[in-house]
């Protein structure tokens, strides 16, 4: 698999933890949380236009579509199932960008990617803060 396919697995994620936090904000009650949530989403929503342009750059095709495994909605969900789902994916991508991040054919992107991978790192933290003030 070379480096374009990869990163739009990454992309793949990248969506799903969008539709995620989606789901989750009418469920943030306190209006605090809502905007948490909402913010880190429409970063997500960032980070998609930044994947999408990294795999353009290695001359691959970006993909629109969710990776299951973090998308799916299979029944009613608590606020905190969808953020520990939106925090899995997360960490996912954070692992898979820092597997990537070495490849030397990925330098024409890397200083972008490495942001992604960063804001994620703290997006965790704050997900975190969320998950326990609404418990």
Do not use: Y
Not at 11 to 36: I, N, Y
Not at 103 to 128: F, G, I, N, T
């Amino acid at each position: 698999m070379n480096l374009a396919d990869r990163l739009n697995q990454v992309l793949g994620v990248e969506w799903a933890c969008v539709r995620s936090l989606r789901r989750a904000e009418p469920l943030a009650t306190d209006p605090a949380l809502r905007e948490v949530v909402k913010r880190i989403r429409k970063e997500s929503s960032v980070h998609c236009v930044t994947l999408a342009n990294a795999v353009r750059a290695l001359g691959g095709h970006p993909t629109d579509i969710p990776n299951p495994r973090f998308a799916l909605k299979l029944r009613d969900e608590t606020l905190n199932e969808i953020l520990d789902l939106a925090a899995s994916a997360m960490t996912h991508i954070v692992a898979e960008l820092s597997a990537l991040l070495d490849e030397p054919d990925l330098k024409p992107v890397r200083s972008p990617l490495a942001q992604v991978r960063q804001r994620h790192q703290d997006d965790l933290r704050w997900l975190q803060a969320v998950r326990d003030s609404a418990q």
